[in-house]
């Protein structure tokens, strides 16, 4: 069985850093894409950012030159590192993962159950 596991979320004022991080675990074979999307009250689930386990990123463009992404494969865990945060950042934050795992047929999406992060302003 895999388990993507989010922390890092909270309550920071607007201008304010937090960094998120999300490891995958169980038996996976391979991890393809990881990435982070978010979702505010009301709103569709939206692309914050991507990385390919090459390295590849893809941002969405409200977080562009704000938010970093990045990766350890060795720890299967990706990290998002926010700054600058505006208080429509506010969201729940989930983590995403295209894997391979043991004992299935392919890779498939998985989700982790989100962190919530609320920026004041």
């Known amino acids: 069985q895999v388990q993507l596991v989010e922390s890092g979320g909270g309550l920071v004022q607007a201008g304010g850093s937090l960094r998120l991080s999300c490891a995958a675990s169980?038996?996976?074979?391979?991890?393809?894409?990881m990435g982070w999307y978010r979702q505010a009250p009301g709103k569709q689930r939206e692309l914050v950012a991507t990385i390919t386990s090459g390295g590849t990123i893809n941002y969405g463009d409200s977080v562009k030159g704000r938010f970093t992404i990045s990766r350890d494969n060795a720890k299967n865990t990706v990290y998002l590192q926010m700054n600058s945060l505006k208080p429509e950042d506010t969201a729940v934050y989930y983590c995403?993962?295209?894997?391979?795992?043991?004992?299935?047929?392919?890779?498939?999406?998985?989700w982790g159950q989100g962190t919530q992060v609320t920026v004041s302003s």
């Open positions: 169980g038996s996976i074979f391979s991890i393809n894409d």
């Open positions: 995403n993962a295209y894997l391979f795992a043991i004992g299935t047929l392919g890779t498939l999406s998985y």
